[in-house]
């Protein structure tokens, strides 16, 4: 069982730049497979980014480039760099953990933050 707790979000001019960070609750988090996920209103919520226990990442094709997963394990907590943000980046971002394998669908997450909203302006 762990909480998570995103912060960093707000708002930002297009062609800026942006950290996330997700804290975590607990002494297990380095068992955990970290991921970030995004939602915009009226749409699905969708995977960003993904980082193993290892520190190998994943990213979706959307944000390859731009967008930067870390984690910080003696810190508990798992970050997300955004650079070059467009206004199709605005969503409400949400911190995911699941113990058996980054996932790039949100249903198979356990764990979830309440999110952190992140707007981009033309």
């Known amino acids: 069982q762990v909480q998570l707790v995103e912060s960093g979000g707000g708002l930002v001019q297009a062609g800026g730049s942006l950290t996330l960070s997700c804290a975590a609750s607990?002494?297990?988090?380095?068992?955990?497979?970290m991921a970030w996920f995004r939602q915009a209103p009226g749409k699905e919520r969708e995977f960003v980014a993904g980082i193993t226990r290892s520190g190998y990442t994943y990213y979706a094709d959307s944000v390859k480039g731009r967008f930067t997963i870390s984690r910080d394990n003696a810190k508990n907590t798992v970050s997300l760099q955004m650079i070059t943000l467009k206004p199709e980046d605005t969503a409400v971002y949400y911190c995911a953990a699941s113990t058996i394998t980054v996932y790039t669908t949100p249903g198979r997450y356990p764990h979830w933050g309440r999110g952190t909203q992140v707007t981009v302006s033309s």
């Open positions: 607990g002494r297990t988090f380095s068992t955990y497979f």
